[in-house]
């Protein structure tokens, strides 16, 4: 590893939410780093969320070890990102499997999110509403593109991207994991540097703070930790009518 990545996560329940059904991950030893935000009726949101990070978790730390050794650079990388893809799948069908061992919870389901750092590489794996953003030399860019009812909008040219933010059908999200049999996960490779800090989170946070904003935060020299305090508590500050959960992931130079 030429980088050295320093992370710090948090979730919360908000202010409008009797449970917080988002579940995040951050492991130090494999850097990966996960969000879900779990949907269903009662508290199964929880139980889809929660399924499907520590699915992936335990994905990684067992098959993982088997991929290190690649014969070189590009197969390296192709051993690298299926292997996140794989995590993502599994974790697709253990909540498929949790839904047909339990009938009660029928209709569960939960976006992810998770990034995978190896080398200079950084594989993001997604599934619905929940995002990645990257914020290189100031600069914020959206790593992923919501697999939403109001996306589509946009992308259609019938809505702004500030139209579909506050829009009322913003929860519909057109890809979730244990939503269907089958399940398309976006997949991207990304060339990792110096400098670049990772956000990582629920909706929860993007519906109430635009870009803009949580770009300015961002750029502060603070800790991550504070970083990561003060998105929640201002999401909260506008009524936290959500769960939010967010995840940061600063890459020094080892
Ligand atoms: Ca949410």
Redesign the pocket.
């Known amino acids: 590893m030429r980088f050295q990545l320093t992370a710090s996560g948090e979730t919360d329940v908000g202010l409008a939410r009797k449970h917080n ?2 579940c995040f991950e951050i492991d130090p030893v494999r850097n990966l780093y996960v969000v879900a ?1 779990g ?1 269903g009726g009662h508290s199964h949101g929880e139980v889809a969320s929660r399924i499907a990070v520590e699915s992936i978790r335990d994905y990684i730390v067992e098959e993982g070890a088997d991929d290190r050794p690649a014969a070189d650079d590009e197969h390296h990388l192709l051993a690298h990102s299926n292997l996140l893809r794989k995590a993502v799948r599994t974790a697709h069908d253990q909540v498929l499997q949790a839904i047909q061992q339990n009938g009660a919870l029928q209709g569960m389901g939960t976006t992810v999110v998770g990034v995978l750092v190896d080398r200079d590489i950084a594989a993001v794996a997604h599934v619905g ?1 929940s995002r990645a953003y990257r914020l290189r030399e100031d600069k914020l860019d959206l790593l992923t593109q919501d697999h939403t009812w109001v996306h589509e909008q946009v992308l259609a040219g019938y809505l702004s991207e500030e139209q579909a933010r506050v829009h009322p059908l913003k ?1 519909v999200v057109t890809r979730a994991l244990g939503s269907e049999k089958d399940i398309t996960i976006d997949l991207q490779e990304l060339e990792v540097r110096a400098g670049d800090l990772y956000l990582i989170c ?3 946070l993007t519906t109430m703070l635009n870009d803009q904003e949580i770009a300015e935060r961002l750029r502060a020299k603070k800790s991550l930790k504070t970083i990561c305090r003060g998105l929640i508590d201002e999401a909260n500050a506008r009524g936290g009518l ?2 939010i959960t967010v995840i940061l992931v600063r890459v020094d130079e080892a």
């Open positions: 059904e988002d935000d949907m509403d929860n629920s909706d929860g959500d769960n």
